[in-house]
């Protein structure tokens, strides 16, 4: 979740597991309040949600904020599984 901030809506992730890969576009990237929980609340279609933390406060030495990316499924592909490709 390094770079989560960097992503924009457009964007491609990709999940990748052992011969199969999944590819998520995304729709939208939010800071929210740690106390939001709507960002979670179930789809009925196939999206994938990270969450992270967001806006460090040397003050409280914690983060204030989550960091929301929400991206809606298009697409998986059949891979090697050998090769993790």
């Not at 729709?27 to 106390?35: A, K, L, Q, S």
């Not at 609340?41 to 196939?46: A, G, K, Q």
């Not at 460090?56 to 891979?79: C, G, I, K, M, Q």
Request: charged content about 25%; overall charge negative.
């Amino acid at each position: 979740f390094w770079n989560l901030k960097s992503l924009q809506p457009g964007h491609m992730i990709i999940a990748r597991g052992p011969g199969i890969e999944y590819r998520y576009q995304v729709e939208w990237v939010e800071v929210v309040d740690p106390d939001d929980v709507t960002v979670l609340e179930p789809s009925d279609e196939p999206v994938l949600t990270l969450v992270s933390c967001a806006n460090w406060s040397s003050a409280s030495w914690s983060y204030e904020d989550r960091l929301v990316v929400r991206a809606r499924f298009f697409d998986r592909l059949r891979t090697s599984a050998s090769t993790g490709e």
